[in-house]
């Protein structure tokens, strides 16, 4: 007999063939609270992330002139990218489990790993001790893009997929916007007694960190994930529950279903079939994920050291400079978001990069000329980072969605960490050397070589982008054991 419409062939053998409307089911329904949960409890990686890249930009003049670290220019820069070393480090390790073991289990892991690490620094006594407990708060981060950026993918609804995935990664910037003042608080003079300022703006993250937690427990496992391991009769109790929730909606019929083999892929297997049947995706990836990593990272990790260097901005107010970058940067992802959806992925991709490296390259020459000041050359940056932060967040959609299911957290792993390490890890580095260097034009060098990268990506985009709008994440790329 067949099963009733609308649900799930169950079969106890792991290797024998499934039948399954599971994803038809997800993307069927309309937007709920069930929705709304997932995105801020889930989301809040972006957050944390936002505030750590943020009190590290905001304190860097504040650990240069501690009594205890009293760190150089480059030392601020190395322990940046210890951060962005360990988010790559994290990525790949949490990247497999979160594929072999599963969504849920892994983003309780990382959080958790997260809030220690991020604890810890506040009571670091040496530039050693510093730059190990940011590597390990970047490994936390690090496995949380790839653990959350699936279970995210694989529970919203395809026809809003491109807006949400988006404005979470937009939210980064409501992490950088408490990080800012967080900064202003605490590094007040008179607020702490010294030392004691940036100590405590490693407190605000673990703080926020250890409400989620909470949160987080009403997240389920995903239900793609339960039907990839032949687990359907939890995954038919998960998609039951979220339509439960679904209040005052008549839900229609869902549309197709899709035939399963489910077998233990190795990882070997895994990579080599996205090599062989995705290689264009693969390298439009590395195009997206390298370029916006670099862009980013060489503009903000080094914002706070160009404003002390160059316009002699204190360090206790550099915070009042990141608030007007992040609202622009939260701004353009939440406007910009809902065309991904509607006019498409492959146009507003190219269009954000493009248009990011254009601007990026003006406002380099208008700093090397020196006719900005702080406040000017801040409003120049919230406007390129309007487009710039759209861009970026797109970069992580394209390869959230772009790949099988077997290795949706393995290749957004990949991807982030092949990108942060060609682009993210080496800028810091680099860019507090040019500044250091006092030399305008040596900045503006830095600035062209990213604005010449952000435009090549749009090139490629324009070649070879996925048209992935409002399809099931199945139909974009058909899972490994379905074929």
Same mark, same amino acid.
């Given at each position: 007999?067949?099963?009733?419409?609308?649900?799930?062939?169950?079969?106890?053998?792991?290797?024998?063939?499934?039948?399954?409307?599971?994803? /038809?089911? *997800?993307?069927?329904?309309?937007?709920?609270?069930?929705?709304?949960?997932?995105?801020?409890?889930?989301?809040?990686?972006?957050?944390?992330?936002?505030?750590?890249?943020? *009190?590290?930009?905001?304190?860097?003049?504040?650990?240069?002139?501690?009594?205890?670290?009293?760190?150089?220019?480059?030392?601020?820069?190395?322990?940046?990218?210890?951060?962005?070393?360990?988010?790559?480090?994290?990525?790949?390790?949490?990247?497999?489990?979160?594929?072999?073991?599963?969504?849920?289990?892994?983003?309780?892991? !990382?959080?958790?790993?997260?809030?220690?690490?991020?604890? /810890?620094?506040? *009571?670091?006594?040496?530039?050693?001790?510093? /730059?190990?407990?940011?590597?390990? !708060?970047?490994?936390?981060?690090?496995?949380?893009?790839?653990?959350?950026?699936?279970?995210?993918?694989?529970?919203?609804?395809?026809?809003?997929?491109?807006?949400?995935? *988006?404005?979470?990664?937009?939210?980064?910037?409501?992490?950088?916007?408490?990080?800012?003042?967080?900064?202003?608080?605490?590094?007040?003079?008179?607020?702490?007694?010294?030392?004691?300022?940036?100590?405590?703006?490693?407190?605000?993250?673990?703080?926020?960190?250890?409400?989620?937690?909470?949160?987080?427990?009403?997240?389920?496992?995903?239900?793609?994930?339960?039907?990839?391991?032949?687990?359907?009769?939890?995954?038919?109790?998960?998609?039951?529950?979220?339509?439960?929730?679904?209040?005052?909606?008549?839900?229609?019929?869902?549309?197709?279903?899709?035939?399963?083999?489910?077998?233990?892929?190795?990882?070997?297997?895994?990579?080599?079939?996205?090599?062989?049947?995705?290689?264009?995706?693969?390298?439009?990836?590395?195009?997206?994920?390298?370029?916006?990593?670099?862009?980013?990272?060489?503009?903000?990790?080094?914002?706070?050291?160009?404003?002390?260097?160059?316009?002699?901005?204190?360090?206790?107010?550099?915070?009042?400079?990141?608030?007007?970058?992040?609202?622009?940067?939260?701004?353009?992802?939440?406007?910009?978001?809902?065309?991904?959806?509607?006019?498409?992925?492959?146009?507003?991709?190219?269009?954000?990069?493009?248009?990011?490296?254009?601007?990026?390259?003006?406002?380099?020459?208008?700093?090397?000329?020196?006719?900005?000041?702080?406040?000017?050359?801040? /409003?120049?940056? !919230?406007?390129?980072?309007?487009?710039?932060?759209?861009?970026?967040?797109?970069?992580?959609? !394209?390869?959230?969605?772009?790949?099988?299911?077997?290795?949706?957290?393995?290749?957004?792993?990949?991807?982030?960490?092949?990108?942060?390490?060609?682009? #993210?890890?080496?800028?810091?580095?680099?860019?507090?050397?040019?500044?250091?260097?006092?030399?305008?034009?040596?900045?503006?060098?830095?600035?062209?070589?990213?604005?010449?990268?952000?435009? #090549?990506?749009?090139?490629?985009?324009?070649?070879?982008?996925?048209?992935?709008?409002?399809?099931?994440?199945?139909?974009?790329?058909?899972?490994?054991?379905?074929?």
């Amino acid at each position: 007999m067949h099963p009733p419409v609308g649900r799930s062939r169950d079969m106890p053998s792991v290797n024998a063939e499934i039948e399954t409307d599971i994803p /038809a089911r *997800l993307d069927r329904l309309p937007w709920s609270r069930f929705h709304t949960l997932v995105v801020v409890a889930l989301g809040i990686t972006w957050i944390l992330d936002g505030l750590e890249v943020t *009190l590290a930009g905001s304190i860097s003049g504040a650990l240069q002139q501690s009594r205890v670290l009293h760190f150089s220019e480059v030392e601020v820069g190395l322990v940046s990218t210890a951060y962005l070393v360990g988010a790559v480090a994290g990525a790949f390790l949490f990247g497999y489990a979160t594929d072999r073991f599963g969504r849920k289990k892994l983003f309780m892991v !990382t959080l958790g790993l997260y809030l220690v690490a991020t604890a /810890a620094t506040a *009571l670091s006594w040496d530039f050693a001790s510093f /730059a190990l407990f940011r590597l390990l !708060t970047g490994a936390g981060i690090g496995g949380e893009y790839a653990a959350i950026n699936s279970a995210i993918q694989e529970l919203v609804p395809a026809r809003f997929r491109g807006r949400t995935d *988006l404005a979470i990664n937009g939210s980064f910037w409501v992490g950088a916007a408490i990080g800012a003042l967080g900064a202003v608080v605490f590094l007040k003079p008179g607020t702490l007694p010294p030392d004691w300022g940036w100590r405590a703006a490693f407190g605000i993250g673990a703080m926020l960190g250890l409400a989620i937690l909470l949160l987080r427990r009403w997240v389920p496992e995903s239900p793609r994930w339960l039907m990839l391991h032949n687990r359907l009769k939890e995954a038919e109790a998960v998609v039951g529950e979220i339509e439960q929730r679904v209040e005052g909606h008549r839900l229609p019929p869902p549309k197709g279903r899709i035939r399963l083999n489910p077998t233990q892929n190795s990882m070997i297997d895994i990579v080599l079939a996205v090599i062989r049947e995705y290689p264009s995706r693969a390298l439009l990836g590395l195009a997206l994920m390298g370029t916006q990593a670099f862009f980013y990272n060489a503009i903000f990790f080094s914002y706070a050291l160009v404003l002390t260097r160059f316009f002699s901005v204190p360090s206790a107010s550099i915070g009042w400079y990141i608030l007007p970058f992040a609202l622009g940067n939260f701004i353009g992802p939440l406007v910009l978001g809902p065309l991904f959806d509607t006019i498409g992925r492959k146009p507003m991709i190219t269009f954000t990069y493009a248009i990011s490296g254009v601007l990026l390259a003006i406002v380099g020459y208008v700093f090397r000329e020196g006719l900005v000041g702080a406040a000017a050359l801040t /409003a120049c940056w !919230t406007g390129i980072f309007f487009f710039a932060s759209a861009a970026a967040s797109a970069a992580y959609l !394209t390869v959230s969605e772009s790949f099988p299911l077997e290795a949706r957290a393995m290749a957004i792993a990949f991807f982030y960490a092949i990108g942060t390490a060609c682009g #993210g890890a080496v800028a810091p580095y680099l860019f507090a050397a040019l500044i250091g260097s006092g030399e305008r034009g040596n900045v503006f060098l830095g600035y062209l070589f990213g604005a010449g990268l952000m435009v #090549g990506a749009a090139i490629v985009e324009l070649l070879i982008g996925v048209k992935a709008e409002r399809q099931s994440l199945e139909d974009v790329a058909r899972p490994i054991s379905a074929r």
